[in-house]
């Protein structure tokens, strides 16, 4: 990751519930700091980490073009901090790779077949 040369530029204006600031160009709208990397740097052509992590910053050097996984792996949600803690979101560790390549959680999966079961076993 580059090292940040500076402090955060924050964005003043209107911002989303989540933090990070919207701009209004024409009829559309845009998330203010792709719009000031795009200026600057150039236009990203995947998402945009915030290095600083302040949503409302909008200094490129605290942006890094990164690919859609990478820039959620990073992140702190509780799925994403126990994938990267090799457990699921209950705490399970038991994992199995499903023909489509997903990674699943095998007590999860066994769980939620056994509520389908016992659903269809009352309906009938």
Not at 5 to 31: D, N, Q
Not at 73 to 80: A, E, L, Q, V, Y
Not at 104 to 123: E, V
């Amino acid at each position: 990751m580059p090292a940040q040369t500076s402090c955060c530029w924050e964005w003043t204006a209107y911002r989303e519930p989540k933090g990070y600031g919207v701009i209004g160009l024409g009829v559309e709208t845009y998330k203010a700091h792709r719009v000031a990397y795009a200026a600057l740097i150039g236009d990203p052509t995947t998402d945009l980490d915030h290095l600083c992590r302040n949503p409302a910053c909008v200094n490129p050097d605290h942006l890094q073009p990164v690919t859609n996984r990478e820039n959620l792996m990073r992140g702190f949600h509780r799925s994403i901090v126990a994938v990267r803690h090799g457990m699921c979101q209950r705490g399970h560790t038991e994992f199995y790779v499903s023909p489509t390549g997903k990674r699943n959680c095998r007590a999860c999966t066994n769980a939620s077949h056994r509520r389908l079961y016992q659903d269809r076993k009352a309906s009938a």
